[in-house]
């Protein structure tokens, strides 16, 4: 991956995680216009070297099969649907998505979180008590 494919990388993150990509194609029906608002993150990095590969226990010791440089990229996206804005009459208004999905991904992290915690003060205490 050369300094360009790096540059274009980092320009293609840029590009998905911009603004156009949080607000949805507006769509009218009824005379009432809905734009869907998304959030969206993301990260990505590249990098390269000009340092030999090592051999070790995953590659063979043959100089041929180790190359001298070495490079590579990536970069991954997310975008969760969280509402929408609708026009009616003149007026806007926000109209958030509960998505029950995200509410158990929330609330099962939240109660691993506790247990955790607990399970740990428990520790603790019994530690404490057996001295």
């Known amino acids: 991956m050369t300094q360009t494919d790096v540059a274009a ?15 949805g194609p507006a769509f009218e029906k009824d005379g009432i216009l809905v734009i869907p608002v998304a959030y969206v993150f993301g990260g990505g ?12 226990k995953d590659q063979p010791d043959e100089p041929e099969a180790n190359p001298k440089k070495g490079s590579g990229g990536g970069y991954g996206l997310v975008t969760w649907p969280i509402g929408a804005y609708v026009v009616q009459d003149g007026q806007v208004r ?3 998505v509960i998505d029950p999905a995200m509410l158990m991904t929330t609330g ?24």
């Open 94 to 96: 926000w109209v958030p």
């Open 108 to 131: 099962a992290f939240a109660l691993a979180v506790v247990l955790k915690s607990l399970r740990r003060k428990r520790r603790r205490a019994r530690r404490r008590n057996e001295r």
């Open 45 to 56: 990095g590249g990098g390269e070297s000009d340092e030999p590969a090592q051999p070790g």
């Open 9 to 23: 990388l980092l320009g293609r993150i840029g590009d998905s995680i911009s603004g156009h990509k949080s607000f």
